[in-house]
């Protein structure tokens, strides 16, 4: 296990923070476009598919982080999940993003920081 995250390692882990977003965003445009949430209308809802294939590639992804990623270093770096997903809700879905929702983001991602700087240097 390496001490540093290796570039190829770090496309990795930002390959697989951007396929769980994009899974979140799919997964709530099908929540939105879905009838009645039937076992069959997830099968035949197109958005909810092609969350379900961000998810596959992302546990792909993610595997491969973790052959190269101390554990807890991966799994914190992942705090930056609440930015895509806050920028996500208001660019896709025009939901409100406040101040306070940016600022918490913010002390989460800033905590993270603190506890993997050294590892990531």
């Not at 770096?77 to 996500?88: D, G, R």
Request: aromatic content about 14%; glycine content about 4%; proline content about 2%.
């Amino acid at each position: 296990m390496i001490d540093r995250v290796h570039p190829v390692s770090f496309l990795y882990l930002v390959l697989s923070l951007c396929l769980q977003a994009t899974a979140i965003v799919l997964g709530k445009t099908a929540a939105l476009r879905m009838g009645s949430p039937t076992f069959s209308a997830f099968l035949s809802n197109p958005w909810y598919l092609g969350g379900l294939a961000c998810l596959i590639l992302q546990a792909f992804f993610w595997q491969l982080v973790l052959r190269e990623v101390r554990l807890f270093v991966a799994y914190l770096v992942t705090s930056m999940n609440y930015f895509l997903v806050l920028a996500a809700s208001r660019v896709f879905f025009l939901e409100r993003v406040t101040s306070v929702n940016v600022i918490g983001a913010a002390v989460i991602v800033a905590g993270v920081y603190l506890v993997v700087r050294e590892d990531l240097s």
